[in-house]
C-alpha cells in the first residue's frame, strides 16, 4: 500500500486561488442574474467564426460554469488521494499546482467572457478564448518536462508508464510542442480568422497527439531498464 503523505500545506496558494475564483464567479453570478431579464436566454457557445449558435437559460448561463469549475477543483485536489505513484506526485507538486491554478484561472476568463457578452458588452470572443488557452499551453508546455512519472497526470502511454526514459524524454519534446501550439494560438489569434485558428489548433493537436505516442514507443524499445508487459 502506497503510504506516501502528501504535504497539503503546499496546496494552500492553490486552495486561496479556488476560494476566490469561485466566491468571484457567484458574486458575479448574483449580480448578473439581478441584471437579466426573468426568462432571458444567454449565449452559452460560440461558433468559429465568433458568433453564437446556441444560447440556454440563466441558470446554465450563469451557474453552469461556477459549478463545473467547483466540479473541477474538486476532481484535481482528490487525485493526490488516489495516486498510485504518490512519490513521484510528491516530485512533481508544483507543476501539478501551476497547472492547476491555471485551468482555474482560464474558467474564471471563460465564464467572465459569457457573462459580459450577456450583459451587453462587446468581446471578442473567439480571440480572448484563444489568448487564454494558449497562455495554458504554454505554461503546461514550460512545466511538462519537470513531472514525474504518474497514472493521472502528464503524457500516459504504455511506454511512457513502464519506462522512466521514455516518460522523461516523452514530457520535454511533449512540452516544446504544447509551448509552440500555445504561443502560435495566442498571437495568431490577432491576425488569422477564428476557423484558420480553429483548424491548426486541431491539426496541431492531432499531430502532437501522434508524435509523442509514436516517439515514447521508440524510447521504450532502446530503454534496458524498460518494463515488460506482466512484470
Not at 68 to 87: D, F, N, S, V, W
Not at 179 to 194: N, R
Not at 203 to 231: E, F
Request: aromatic share 12%; charged share 15%.
Amino acid at each position: 500500500m502506497n503510504k506516501e503523505k502528501i504535504d497539503w500545506r503546499q496546496f494552500r496558494p492553490a486552495f486561496i486561488l479556488i476560494a476566490v475564483v469561485l466566491v468571484t464567479m457567484f458574486v458575479v453570478s448574483f449580480y448578473a442574474w439581478q441584471r437579466l431579464p426573468a426568462g432571458g436566454r444567454i449565449a452559452v457557445h460560440w461558433g468559429v467564426d465568433g458568433q453564437p449558435d446556441r444560447y440556454g437559460s440563466k441558470f446554465e448561463g450563469l451557474l453552469l460554469i461556477p459549478l463545473m469549475t467547483l466540479g473541477i477543483a474538486g476532481i484535481m485536489l482528490l487525485m493526490p488521494l488516489i495516486e498510485p505513484r504518490r512519490l513521484h506526485l510528491k516530485l512533481s507538486l508544483k507543476a501539478y499546482i501551476v497547472i492547476i491554478s491555471a485551468i482555474i484561472v482560464l474558467m474564471l476568463g471563460l465564464y467572465l467572457i459569457t457573462v459580459l457578452h450577456a450583459l451587453g458588452w462587446q468581446v471578442n470572443v473567439m480571440r480572448s478564448v484563444c489568448v487564454g488557452v494558449g497562455v495554458l499551453f504554454i505554461l503546461i508546455g514550460n512545466y511538462l518536462g519537470k513531472v514525474r512519472s504518474t497514472f493521472f497526470f502528464g503524457i500516459r502511454t504504455p511506454w511512457t508508464l513502464s519506462s522512466e526514459l521514455a516518460w522523461d524524454k516523452t514530457h520535454r519534446l511533449g512540452g516544446r510542442l504544447f509551448a509552440v501550439i500555445g504561443l502560435v494560438l495566442a498571437l495568431g489569434s490577432f491576425v488569422f480568422s477564428g476557423k484558420t485558428v480553429f483548424i491548426f489548433l486541431i491539426a496541431a493537436l492531432g499531430v502532437t497527439l501522434i508524435t509523442v505516442t509514436v516517439y515514447s514507443y521508440l524510447i521504450w524499445r532502446s530503454d534496458p531498464a524498460k518494463k515488460q508487459a506482466g512484470n
